[in-house]
Nanobody, 115 residues
């Protein structure tokens, strides 16, 4: 059973930065695509960024140029560097991973952007 544990969320002022991490455990083989999603109150969960095992990335238009996704395959960890944060980035951020044709979610970490 794959477990994904997120860390790095918190409260930050507009214009600030945060770095989220998600570490995977319970895997014997390399993980396929990994990504970050977010869900704001009253809204649907949406894709923020995704990265394949080969390093190809895609981003939501709303975060392009501000967020960067990366991964360390040896550590089975994916990161999300978030810069120039805006109040509308406030949400619970969830880690997601594809492994052996199944999809897994982390428990989520809260990111709040407020002055």
């Amino acid at each position: 059973q794959v477990q994904l544990v997120e860390s790095g969320g918190g409260l930050v002022q507009p214009g600030g930065s945060l770095r989220l991490s998600c570490a995977a455990s319970g895997t014997s083989f390399s993980i396929d695509a990994m990504g970050w999603y977010r869900q704001a109150p009253g809204k649907q969960r949406e894709l923020v960024a995704r990265i394949t095992s080969g390093g190809s990335t895609n981003y939501a238009n709303s975060v392009k140029g501000r967020f960067t996704i990366s991964r360390d395959n040896a550590k089975r960890t994916v990161y999300l560097q978030m810069n120039s944060l805006k109040p509308e980035d406030t949400a619970v951020y969830y880690c997601n991973a594809d492994y052996l044709y199944k999809n897994y979610w982390g428990q989520g970490t809260q990111v709040t952007v407020s002055s």
